[in-house]
Nanobody, 120 residues
Framework: QVQLVESGGGLVQPGGSLRLSCEAS????????MGWSRQAPGKERELVAT???????NYGGSVKGRFTISRDNTKNTTYLQMDSLKPEDTAVYYC??????????????WGQGTQVTVSS
């Protein structure tokens, strides 16, 4: 079994910063791409950022230049540094990872989500 646990969400003022973390644990053999998506009330889930094992990154258009994704492969952890936050960034943020375990082939696993609220 694989678990992804996010942390670091909360309330921040417009223009502020937050750093989210997501740690994967369990019978992990390998983690390929990791990433973050978000879902605001009444909206579809959208891509925020992805990062490969080698460190190649990709960003959704609305966060490019403001958010930075990174990962520590030794800790099975990905991070999302969010700067210059806007009210429209308010959403539940979910991390995910494409994981190979000792008993299952490559599957995508999701975290439970962490709330980010940008408001004055």
């Amino acid at each position: 079994q694989v678990q992804l646990v996010e942390s670091g969400g909360g309330l921040v003022q417009p223009g502020g910063s937050l750093r989210l973390s997501c740690e994967a644990s369990g019978s992990i053999f390998r983690i390929n791409t990791m990433g973050w998506s978000r879902q605001a009330p009444g909206k579809e889930r959208e891509l925020v950022a992805t990062i490969t094992t080698g460190g190649a990154t990709n960003y959704g258009g609305s966060v490019k230049g403001r958010f930075t994704i990174s990962r520590d492969n030794t800790k099975n952890t990905t991070y999302l540094q969010m700067d210059s936050l806007k009210p429209e960034d308010t959403a539940v943020y979910y991390c995910y990872g494409f994981v190979v375990t000792s008993s299952r082939p490559l599957l995508r696993y999701w975290g439970q989500g962490t709330q980010v609220t940008v408001s004055s």
